[in-house]
């Protein structure tokens, strides 16, 4: 319980900031949008190597379509980062005192894009190796591939503001993560992170919610109250999605600049970032 209220008041202050700022619900939007225009021609392409020219109910995109995927799936996630970045960059602004705007918070994102390329590069591939990996691994290498995975996350987490804010290499901003991480944070990270917490809870209050009308509808045989209730769900995760995307930049913004720079992130109280990331001993 004592874990659940902290989380509270963590997504709390976070949402101070957003509410105060509520252009910045719109990169999450954005983003996701940009990411997607820009990935599904690859995509797309891959797709129509796979199956073009066969009657046969197998795909197989071979090496040229696994290439398209690849170079989607990288653009896809550089678009992404970058408008993480610009999320980033007006979290900082607004923790340091300021009050970014949507443009200031693009300007800043686009005079990083030459420094994220790297970081993009190299996310990605992380990515998709792990991936392929789990994949055609068994029970017990899908765990350890997992639990790799969560290293991975947990080490570099502080990589994107290092970048956005300093504007050093790829090299010094996942060795000061690191050291913030082996520092700071320690293995109680995993158990004090609260955003996914709240942001899954209010997810299944969400479909707790709307599950009555999809029970009379399927009860009723009514098509349009099932349908109904699917897309309002569907909406509602969404939105979820969106404010918790908004939610975790700030958050880790304001980690940045307690775990790296030292200061008191403005509307955080420096119990709560204690509280939330227990100094190893």
């Not at 029970?139 to 350890?144: A, D, M, P």
């Not at 970048?163 to 991480?181: H, K, Q, Y």
Request: aromatic share 8%; proline share 3%; glycine share 12%.
């Amino acid at each position: 319980m004592d874990r659940v209220s902290r989380s509270w008041a963590l997504a709390r202050s976070s949402w101070a900031v957003v509410r105060e700022h509520r252009e910045l619900l719109l990169l999450p939007v954005i983003s996701a949008v940009a990411a997607v225009l820009c990935a599904a021609p690859f995509f797309g392409s891959a797709l129509l190597l796979a199956v073009g020219g066969t009657a046969t109910s197998s795909v197989h995109p071979g090496l040229a379509g696994y290439g398209l995927m690849f170079v989607g799936y990288l653009i896809g996630s550089y678009v992404a980062m970058l408008f993480q970045s610009a999320l980033v960059h007006a979290a900082n602004e607004r923790l340091a005192g300021g009050s970014p705007t949507l443009g200031s918070a693009l300007r800043g994102a686009v005079d990083r894009a030459g420094v994220l390329l790297p970081w993009a590069v190299l996310s990605a591939t992380v990515s998709v190796v792990l991936r392929a990996v789990q994949e055609r691994s068994g029970l017990l290498g899908r765990i350890v591939t997992g639990l790799m995975g969560l290293a991975w996350t947990l080490v570099t987490f502080l990589v994107l503001p290092i970048i956005v804010v300093e504007g050093v290499g790829v090299r010094e901003a996942m060795s000061r993560s690191a050291a913030a991480f082996r520092a700071t944070w320690g293995e109680q990270v995993a158990g004090h992170v609260g955003i996914g917490l709240v942001s899954g809870l209010a997810s299944f209050a969400g479909v707790v919610a709307v599950l009555p009308l999809f029970w009379v509808g399927a009860s009723s045989g009514s098509t349009v109250l099932v349908i109904t209730a699917l897309v309002l769900v569907t909406l509602w995760i969404l939105v979820v999605a969106v404010v918790s995307s908004a939610l975790g930049g700030v958050y880790r913004t304001a980690l940045y600049r307690f775990a790296v720079l030292g200061e008191e992130p403005a509307g955080f109280s420096t119990e709560q970032i204690r509280g939330a990331f227990t100094p190893k001993r």
